[in-house]
T-cell receptor
Framework: DGGITQSPKYLFRKEGQNVTLSCEQN?????MYWYRQDPGQGLRLIYYSQIVNDFQKGDIAEGYSVSREKKESFPLTVTSAQKNPTAFYLCASKSTVNTEAFFGQGTRLTVV | AQKVTQAQTEISVVEKEDVTLDCVYETRDTTYYLFWYKQPPSGELVFLIRRNSFDEQNEISGRYSWNFQKSTSSFNFTITASQVVDSAVYFC???????????????FGTGTLLAVQP
């Protein structure tokens, strides 16, 4: 089945540790996105990538890093520099500017 | 800069009432696209509708309808005869194409939590 897969669904991290969230799509989409969702703040764009080996910062990129070595994959690393990483993270992909985005089921990250 | 504003944080209605969710956007893009998504409690976003900037026709799909007005930069969503299953967070989103090129940046509003009471 075609779709977008995020893993893991739940993730616990100790303070000071880096952690990587996985996002894979088999839809042959060029563009991929990472969003952070906090209660009352909607979806805030962290990073996005329009093609392989290229990505741009979104509105809240500090404390995060990404890579886009393959079209299918867009992993997000939450570094120890991110002051408040506990949140729900959503990955999305879309083919062109005028098409809708498809979303994964999300990863809920909790810092313990 | 692009911006999407959903001023209504939460709306509560009784089943069978009509409800309108507001969306106001800002963009300097020459061509842009507007979307509505639904997020049920499971968390995954579900696509509802797409509208491009040069097509101001309103659209109706069953109990759902959308009113796009370029003059007021608004793209409002109305649910007629609401049902309990409509309870969710609804997001409005904007994607644009900049002068002489293309960008796939996709930004969302803060969402509106709709609670439909039986």
């Amino acid at each position: 089945d075609g779709g977008i897969t995020q893993s893991p669904k739940y993730l616990f991290r100790k303070e000071g540790q880096n952690v990587t969230l996985s996002c894979e799509q088999n839809l042959n989409h060029d563009a991929m996105y990472w969003y952070r969702q906090d209660p009352g703040q909607g979806l805030r764009l962290i990073y996005y990538s329009q093609i392989v080996n290229d990505f741009q910062k979104g509105d809240i990129a500090e404390g995060y890093s990404v890579s886009r070595e393959k079209k299918e994959s867009f992993p997000l690393t939450v570094t120890s520099a991110q002051k408040n990483p506990t949140a729900f993270y959503l990955c999305a992909s879309k083919s062109t500017v005028n098409t809708e985005a498809f979303f994964g089921q999300g990863t809920r990250l909790t810092v313990v | 800069a692009q911006k999407v504003t959903q001023a209504q944080t939460e709306i509560s209605v009784v089943e069978k009432e009509d409800v309108t969710l507001d969306c106001v956007y800002e963009t300097r893009d020459t061509t842009y696209y507007l979307f509505w998504y639904k997020q049920p409690p499971s968390g995954e976003l579900v696509f509802l509708i797409r509208r491009n900037s040069f097509d101001e026709q309103n659209e109706i799909s069953g109990r759902y309808s959308w009113n796009f007005q370029k003059s007021t930069s608004s793209f409002n969503f109305t649910i007629t005869a609401s049902q309990v299953v409509d309870s969710a967070v609804y997001f409005c989103a904007l994607s644009g194409r900049v002068y002489g090129g293309a960008t796939n940046k996709l930004i969302f509003g803060t969402g509106t939590l709709l609670a439909v009471q039986p």
